[in-house]
Nanobody, 120 residues
């Protein structure tokens, strides 16, 4: 089993900053990617930013230049620094990790989610 524990989030004013962190633990053989998704009110879950092992990052156009993803491969952690926050960034943010618990068994797990609310 692989578990993700998220921290951070909360309430910020427009133009402010917040930082999210996520740690993966459990029977991890390898991690292919770790990242963040979000789901706003009445919206579908969408990619925010993802760190791909050996392959750089993917970042949503809506947050480019404002959000930065960083990953510690040795500690199986990923963080999302969110600057210049906008009210439209309000959402539940979910950490995601996918990889393998062995050479033949994969995993794709989600954190419980953390609320980010940006007031105007």
């Amino acid at each position: 089993q692989v578990q993700l524990v998220e921290s951070g989030g909360g309430l910020a004013q427009a133009g402010g900053s917040l930082r999210l962190s996520c740690a993966a633990s459990g029977s991890i053989f390898s991690i292919d990617a770790m990242g963040w998704y979000r789901q706003g009110p009445g919206k579908q879950r969408e990619l925010v930013a993802e760190s791909i092992t050996g392959g750089g990052t993917r970042t949503a156009d809506s947050v480019k230049g404002r959000f930065t993803i960083s990953r510690d491969h040795a500690r199986n952690t990923v963080a999302l620094q969110m600057n210049s926050l906008k009210p439209e960034d309000t959402a539940v943010y979910y950490c995601n990790a996918r990889g393998g618990i062995s050479t033949i068994t994969s995993f794709n797990v989600w954190g419980a989610g953390t609320q980010v609310t940006v007031s105007s």
